[in-house]
């Protein structure tokens, strides 16, 4: 549990690291564009940069402290099976998450200006749909929940992972999402010990969440872009689909010999 919150304040403070990097050269760049110190204009134009500097410095202090080193899963593709099903699984869950939060729209997103500002430049997409993603796997999957298994049960080290996951958005609209969908990552890390699904599936969730907010800002949940009669036949297919997917990626088998952990949930 120390490794794991150590791991989420370090991710933080590197995001500090990366605004105190990135802010003064783009003060310094406002200056000579416009001839004046706005404060405004200059915070809106650090986000991006702040974001990519954290990310980056996180990587760096992940890779010299060891963690992302491979232990022989960490970065396969598994079988094409396993992946398929891992694929399935990722997309059905990630519908029906959405389907449930979209029903909790008392839920305030503290995070609007700011993930539109990120939205503005292809820098800021890159770091939300790409490179974010990548890192969170690397850190909350292949670090976290890692060092999570190797001290408790996978149960309740997965539990653990995506309550963090959740938590450490602190966006309120985001915190329940987050939580869901790092629960199922961490499962699926767990039953395959390989981030790739997991890669895969984040990049196609916040990819689909920009794509969405950028070309129809103004709807608010699925059934507004679908329709009711829409939205429930998919969540049918989507539960479906899911447990079907579930069955089969219990019953997937390591084929390393250097897991910690009891294959069976």
Same mark, same amino acid.
């Given at each position: 549990?120390?490794?794991?919150?150590?791991?989420?304040?370090?991710?933080?403070?590197?995001?500090?690291?990366?605004?105190?990097?990135?802010?003064?050269?783009?003060?310094?760049?406002?200056? $000579? #564009?416009?001839?004046?110190?706005?404060?405004?204009?200059?915070? *809106?134009?650090?986000?991006?940069?702040? %974001? =990519?500097? /954290? @990310?980056?410095?996180?990587?760096?202090?992940?890779?010299?402290?060891?963690?992302?080193?491979?232990?022989?899963?960490?970065?396969?593709?598994?079988?094409?099976?396993?992946?398929?099903?891992?694929?399935?699984?990722?997309?059905?869950?990630?519908?029906?998450?959405?389907?449930?939060?979209?029903?909790?729209?008392?839920?305030?997103?503290?995070?609007?200006?700011?993930?539109?500002?990120?939205?503005?430049?292809?820098?800021?997409?890159?770091?939300?749909?790409?490179?974010?993603?990548?890192?969170?796997?690397?850190?909350?999957?292949?670090? $976290? #929940?890692?060092?999570?298994?190797?001290?408790?049960?996978?149960? *309740?080290?997965?539990?653990?992972?995506? %309550? =963090?996951? /959740? @938590?450490?958005?602190?966006?309120?609209?985001?915190?329940?999402?987050?939580?869901?969908?790092?629960?199922?990552?961490?499962?699926?890390?767990?039953?395959?010990?390989?981030?790739?699904?997991?890669?895969?599936?984040?990049?196609?969730?916040?990819?689909?969440?920009?794509?969405?907010?950028?070309?129809?800002?103004?709807?608010?949940?699925?059934?507004?872009?679908?329709?009711?009669?829409?939205?429930?036949?998919?969540?049918?297919?989507?539960?479906?689909?899911?447990?079907?997917?579930?069955?089969?990626?219990?019953?997937?088998?390591?084929?390393? #010999?250097?897991?910690?952990?009891?294959?069976?949930?």
């Amino acid at each position: 549990m120390k490794t794991a919150i150590k791991l989420a304040l370090i991710y933080f403070l590197m995001q500090i690291l990366g605004a105190l990097t990135a802010g003064p050269f783009c003060m310094l760049y406002v200056y $000579i #564009t416009t001839g004046s110190m706005d404060a405004e204009v200059a915070q *809106k134009l650090t986000i991006a940069p702040t %974001l =990519l500097l /954290g @990310i980056v410095y996180m990587m760096l202090y992940l890779w010299r402290k060891g963690h992302l080193a491979d232990d022989g899963l960490m970065y396969s593709l598994t079988t094409p099976s396993c992946l398929t099903w891992s694929l399935l699984a990722g997309v059905a869950g990630l519908f029906l998450t959405d389907a449930l939060v979209s029903q909790m729209g008392f839920l305030p997103d503290l995070m609007k200006q700011t993930f539109d500002a990120l939205q503005s430049g292809w820098l800021g997409i890159l770091c939300i749909a790409v490179l974010g993603p990548i890192l969170e796997e690397l850190l909350y999957r292949g670090a $976290i #929940t890692k060092a999570l298994l190797q001290k408790y049960a996978p149960t *309740k080290a997965i539990l653990i992972s995506g %309550l =963090l996951f /959740g @938590i450490v958005h602190i966006n309120p609209v985001q915190v329940v999402s987050a939580a869901l969908i790092g629960i199922l990552l961490a499962w699926l890390y767990w039953r395959t010990r390989s981030l790739v699904a997991c890669i895969l599936i984040h990049i196609l969730n916040n990819s689909l969440s920009v794509f969405l907010s950028l070309n129809y800002p103004e709807v608010g949940s699925m059934t507004e872009l679908l329709g009711t009669p829409l939205v429930v036949i998919m969540t049918v297919v989507a539960l479906a689909l899911f447990l079907l997917s579930v069955k089969k990626l219990s019953a997937y088998q390591l084929s390393a #010999t250097n897991t910690t952990t009891d294959n069976k949930l």
